[in-house]
């Protein structure tokens, strides 16, 4: 069974730099690509970050140059490094993996970014 857990979430103000975690269970983790999605009130869920097996990555524009998405194969972990946050990257953040089962999602983790 598919399992994504994130971890991390919060209040944070803005400028702050939290990092989110998502750890995996039921798959070859190592394997298989993993990205990061959010989804803000009233919007559709788009894609923040990804990370292939390879490690290769690609980010949203809006995140590009402060946000950092890393894997641990050893951990079955996918990060995000969220840097100088913004109000409007308050959301819900949610990891997801392709395997050729499925795409599989975690439960989310809230973010918000206020003062």
């Known amino acids: 069974q598919v399992q994504l857990v994130e971890s991390g979430g919060g209040l944070v103000q803005p400028g702050g730099s939290p990092r989110l975690s998502c750890a995996a269970s039921?798959?070859?983790?190592?394997?298989?690509?993993m990205g990061w999605y959010r989804q803000a009130p009233g919007k559709q869920r788009e894609l923040v970050a990804g990370?292939?097996?390879?490690?290769?990555?690609n980010y949203a524009d809006s995140v590009k140059g402060r946000f950092t998405i890393s894997r641990d194969n050893a951990k079955n972990t996918v990060y995000l490094q969220m840097n100088s946050l913004k109000p409007e990257d308050t959301a819900v953040y949610y990891c997801n993996t392709l395997i050729p089962s499925g795409a599989y999602w975690g439960q989310g983790t809230q973010v918000t970014v206020s003062s």
């Open positions: 039921g798959i070859i983790f190592s394997r298989y690509p």
């Open positions: 990370i292939t097996s390879g490690d290769y990555t």
